[in-house]
């Protein structure tokens, strides 16, 4: 191989490398924003794993690219060479690697969801949330507290923090889905199928939520803020909405 091819290939083998560091050192801010809640916390993690092979798997395949390109430029100007019709080990391998790698992160990505959505024991507030077209009912099970988006018009779910929060989900008509983005929980309710899910929330904030399931002529409207605040002033709260009464 001449000089100049050389250093032909170094240079695009650099280029590969320091794009890969560079996307590396992006990842973060590419990466899923903080999330208000232990659950939402794992998921984010999970996710920048993912991001993170992507790189990679990514930068392995640009410079392999990149090192074909210039093998056979070189090749070129030295006229015709044998040719091998396959290669048994860099076969096995680039079969092997895949799987190993896709079945890892299947792995990781089940243990998550289990972890995620396993009902916690000993919730610090219950709260029964009932969607029905066009709103959100929510009915905190100990505080005697109910909100309701025909009471209130865009409901506010108030939730302490930290504090480990069980949300009861059902539906009275039609398919809805519970859904606090930040949370990166996401819940179908389904009539005739009553559910639960708990979040452990360690962080306050006030975040949207809204159904993410098609429910007929005014799902835009089936919309709804989670606020957390401390625990002193959950309580607060709590008696205030207490002593109004229905």
């Not at 100049?4 to 590396?24: E, K, N």
């Not at 179908?188 to 429910?215: H, M, Q, R, W």
Request: glycine share 8%; hydrophobic share 45%.
């Amino acid at each position: 191989m001449s000089w100049a091819v050389r250093r032909r290939a170094a240079f695009l083998v650099g280029s590969t490398a320091l794009l890969a560091l560079a996307l590396g050192g992006c990842a973060e801010q590419l990466g899923l924003p903080d999330s208000p809640t232990e659950q939402g916390g794992t998921v984010g993690d999970v996710f920048d794993l993912y991001l993170v092979a992507a790189w990679v798997v990514g930068a392995i395949v640009v410079g392999l690219i990149a090192l074909v390109v210039v093998r056979d430029r070189a090749s070129r100007r030295r006229g015709p060479t044998s040719q091998r019709h396959h290669n048994t080990p860099l076969e096995i391998a680039y079969t092997l690697i895949p799987l190993l790698l896709v079945g890892a992160l299947t792995v990781v990505t089940i243990v998550t969801i289990d972890r995620v959505a396993s009902d916690e024991p000993d919730p610090d507030v219950v709260v029964d949330v009932e969607g029905y077209q066009w709103g959100w009912r929510f009915t905190y099970v100990d505080q005697g507290v109910v909100v309701d988006t025909h009471d209130t018009g865009d409901p506010e779910l108030v939730l302490p923090a930290p504090a480990r929060i069980r949300f009861d989900v059902h539906s009275d008509d039609v398919i809805h889905s519970f859904w606090v983005p930040a949370f990166r929980f996401k819940r179908d309710l389904i009539p005739g199928t009553p559910t639960s899910f708990t979040v452990d929330t360690n962080e306050l904030g006030v975040f949207d939520g809204k159904c993410a399931e098609y429910c007929g002529l005014l799902h835009t409207q089936m919309t709804f803020t989670a606020r957390t605040v401390s625990p002193g002033d959950f309580d607060a709260w709590a008696a205030d909405q207490g002593s109004e009464g229905p």
